[in-house]
């Protein structure tokens, strides 16, 4: 994994992104947290949010030209919130004493500040708190500056005084009634090691970096109106504030640039989505300004601008409680310093891997393709727990094993044209379907029409299995070549996805589209009109042709279709992609939930494995060849599905029907056949899915204990207990035998070896 590229996706993450007025703000006070507060009926802590970020709070916050409101996102919906009101509300009713600071220690350098208004006494009192002595030249008899134009009913005398009283500290010197023209300036210069100039005018014209203000490669700095060349006291607080650090930089001898891009006004690249936000007018306010009840409301309007557009869509983001930039940060973590942590290890393998994130953000970072690549870093590293996808693994194993693999020409034909390819989650659901759609494909096409049976791969490329993914690639096109590379027709989502990314050479087409073309059997057209809304497989996220194409079909046989809010290229996960079945039932079943109550109406799907789940939930759900060739609707669209052993099970039958049926061919050892028969009651079903047993593991612990005399016996209840180790896994049954039958009474596996003395 390329960790440098990782850190750099991080920053494309904007959900700690100030919000618009926040950037916009030259102090950047925290507008967001300061609102909150006084919707909160916190005005104390909203006065302390104030107080952090401006000096002279009480009058720079009652005086501020809120540059804020301007950039406000409400403005085109009942106006921006009235943040200057809000900020004089706080002011009267939030005031809190000022805190008590310790001195800090002078560190023998001086610096002059020329001009006592709003940037000059900033820069001063900013500089005194780093240890600098400072020296005030001020023209008039007081400091302030144009602070006492203000003085009315903006501003009592009594507040400019007393927040103005800090200045008057020995560690302040201020010379007043001192003239500063440009010979008194050089000789000031001269004397200290460092100086602010905020006249607010100047006669010659000083070369001032805008950035750093520093005039030339001087000790002079200057700020204020000199380099604004506007009125504005947010902005001049702001030059006088910036330019302490430069000073202090310049002082240390560090660079004046280096991580300073977003000081002062700036730009967020904060984007936010304002189709569903309503609009909201703003609280009328009285010649007093606000009080206490209608700042509350006014508060109330702000929509706390921060980009959720992920989260808000999906189901892992929020189980987390994570952002994608804190998501790479624990990828990065864990690749580099932990080297495989538990709970990151879960977190990885608790995302379907749908994509749905990368669609709705705003800067098109798809956390998809960094959890596949951590995926397979964690494999190349050996930190993929075995549990996660252990499961699913050996279920493609088997599905590419003697048991369902093969490949057959059409009968009659010795090359065909085209190649069935069904994929192995609905030949395991719904295997009755296939010989009907197989025999479709030959009536309706011609030049031939082979059947190939087997796994396209995805659970390896899920779980980051690259060497298995390889294997199963390569053998796919060999089989392919040998059948004069035929043009797939493709019945399974996923495997139209794994063939588009890694098969991109090979002719495909979608089974929905040829049924499109051809039209399908007129046996089931309904005549009432009936609603369903489509639930679009994620894979299918961007083929718009198989999108429309099982419209297309829905529509002929005489159904509506109602699309959900979230379909098409917005489409969610049914929560077994990135196979989080197997590795986080829980997260699993959690997105179902999610998907399944976005609407009443009954669901159509076009993947296997999103019908089972819905369907395991109790959501009434159709999959489109239920619709095409089901004669009781009703059941199969609530119909149970079938056990992981059931699963298997299916996919072996389906194989040995189409061999006998279209070549004639019989084939007797693909069934295991055990001297006993079992009886597993409802609740033992239960253990066995939720810890992936099958029927045969169980088979063969038993078979095994019976046929060698390893087992344990329970003389109180007449139970015997018996282990099988098979692969990595060992499984656990306790039974009853009797003359006719095995009861299981329960079951359970674990990764662990046993090893005996």
């Known amino acids: 994994m390329d960790l440098n590229k990782l850190l750099d996706k991080e920053n494309l993450c904007i959900a700690d992104k100030p919000s618009a007025c926040i950037s916009a ?10 609102i909150d507060a006084i919707e909160q009926d916190d005005f104390k802590k909203a006065y302390k949010v104030m107080a952090k970020k401006m000096p002279f709070t009480r009058i720079i916050g009652s005086i501020c030209d809120h540059p804020c409101e301007s950039a406000c996102v409400r403005n085109k919906l009942g106006g921006s919130i009235n943040i200057h009101e809000l900020e004089k509300s706080v002011v009267k009713i939030g005031l809190s004493s000022k805190k008590r600071t310790i001195p800090i220690p002078k560190n023998g350098k001086k610096v002059a500040v020329v001009g006592a208004g709003i940037s000059g006494i900033t820069a001063a009192f900013d500089l005194d708190k780093k240890g600098y002595q400072v020296t005030i030249y001020e023209k008039s008899h007081k400091v302030g500056g144009r602070i006492w134009d203000f003085q009315g009913d903006q501003l009592s005398k009594e507040t400019i005084e007393e927040e103005l009283s800090v200045m008057n500290k020995e560690d302040i010197k201020i010379k007043f009634n001192e003239f500063v023209d440009e010979k008194k300036l050089e000789e000031i210069v001269n004397n200290y090691d460092a100086v602010y100039i905020g006249t607010g005018v100047w006669k010659k014209d000083l070369k001032v970096n805008t950035q750093t203000f520093q005039v030339e490669d001087s000790s002079l700095f200057a700020g204020g109106r000199i380099v604004n060349q506007n009125s504005s006291v947010i902005f001049s607080t702001s030059s006088g504030r910036r330019a302490v650090i430069s000073i202090d930089r310049y002082l240390q001898k560090i660079s004046l640039t280096v991580a300073r891009e977003n000081e002062g006004a700036y730009d967020t690249p904060l984007k936010l989505k304002l189709d569903d936000i309503e609009s909201v007018e703003a609280i009328k306010k009285n010649s007093l300004g606000y009080n206490k009840q209608e700042a509350i409301k006014e508060a109330g309007r702000c929509i706390k601008c921060q980009c959720t557009e992920c989260s808000n869509v999906c189901v892992h983001l929020r189980k987390y409680d ?17 080297l495989g942590d538990h709970y990151a290890n879960e977190m990885i393998n608790s995302c379907t891997l749908c994509g749905l994130c990368g669609e709705v953000c705003p800067s098109n970072l798809n ?24 499961f699913a693994l050996k279920d493609m194993e088997f599905s590419n094993s003697k048991y369902f693999s093969m490949v057959k020409n059409q009968p009659g034909y010795e ?11 609905l030949p395991a659901s719904s295997p009755e379907y296939i010989p009907k759609i197989y025999k479709y494909l030959m009536e309706n096409i011609k030049d031939g029409v082979g059947i190939m049976l087997g796994c396209c791969g995805a659970p390896a490329d899920w779980a980051g299995r690259q060497d298995l993914l390889e294997k199963n690639i390569k053998d796919i096109r060999n089989k392919w070549e040998e059948a004069g590379k035929p043009t ?4 399974c989502s996923s495997c139209y996805s794994m063939f588009e990314k890694y098969m991109g050479d090979m002719k495909f087409i979608s089974l929905w589209e040829v049924m499109d073309k051809y039209g399908v059997p007129e046996g089931n057209k309904i005549k009432e009109n009936k609603i369903l809304t489509v639930h679009d497989a994620c894979s299918t996220r961007y083929n718009k042709e198989i999108q429309e194409s099982i419209r297309n079909v829905a529509t002929s046989l005489g159904y509506k279709i109602k699309e959900l809010k979230f379909s098409k290229e917005k489409t969610k996960c049914c929560g077994y992609g990135g196979l989080v079945y197997f590795a986080n ?10 998907r399944i109550n976005e609407s009443n109406l009954d669901y159509l799907v076009y993947c296997s494995m999103c019908k089972d789940l819905f369907i395991d939930e109790g959501k009434k759900t159709f999959h489109i060849l239920d619709l095409i060739y089901s004669d009781d609707l009703e059941k199969v669209a609530l119909r149970k599905i079938p056990t992981l052993s059931r699963r298997h099970e299916n996919r072996t039958l389906l194989k040995i029907k189409l061999l006998k049926e279209l070549w004639n061919e019989e084939v007797n050892d693909l069934i295991e056949h055990y001297e006993f028969k079992l009886n597993i009651p409802d609740n033992v079903q239960n ?4 810890r992936l047993i099958l029927l045969d593991d169980i ?11 390893e087992r344990f016996f329970n003389p109180e209840n007449s139970h015997y207990l018996c282990r099988l180790r098979i692969s990595n896994v060992t499984y656990w049954v306790e039974y009853e035998r009797s003359k006719d039958e095995i009861l299981v009474k329960s079951v359970y596996s674990h990764r662990m070896e046993i090893v005996e003395e």
Not at 367 to 390: G, L, N
């Open 488 to 491: 797939f027709i493709l019945a």
């Open 687 to 690: 253990q066995m899915k939720d």
């Open 367 to 390: 956390m998809k393709d960094i959890i596949q690549e951590t995926r397979e870093s964690m494999v190349e590293r050996d930190e993929m727990p075995v549990s996660a996808h252990d």
């Open 322 to 338: 994570i952002t994608p930039k804190k998501y790479i940060r624990q990828i990065n973590h864990n690749e580099v310093i932990i």
């Open 699 to 709: 088979a063969k612990a038993i078979d095994n204990a019976e046929k060698n005399k």
């Open 25 to 34: 703000c030259p102090i950047h006070m925290d507008v967001k947290t300061f």
């Open 415 to 425: 090359k065909v044209k085209y190649m069935f390819y069904p994929g192995c989650q």
């Open 585 to 594: 039932r829980e997260q699993s079943k959690d997105f179902v939930k999610d």
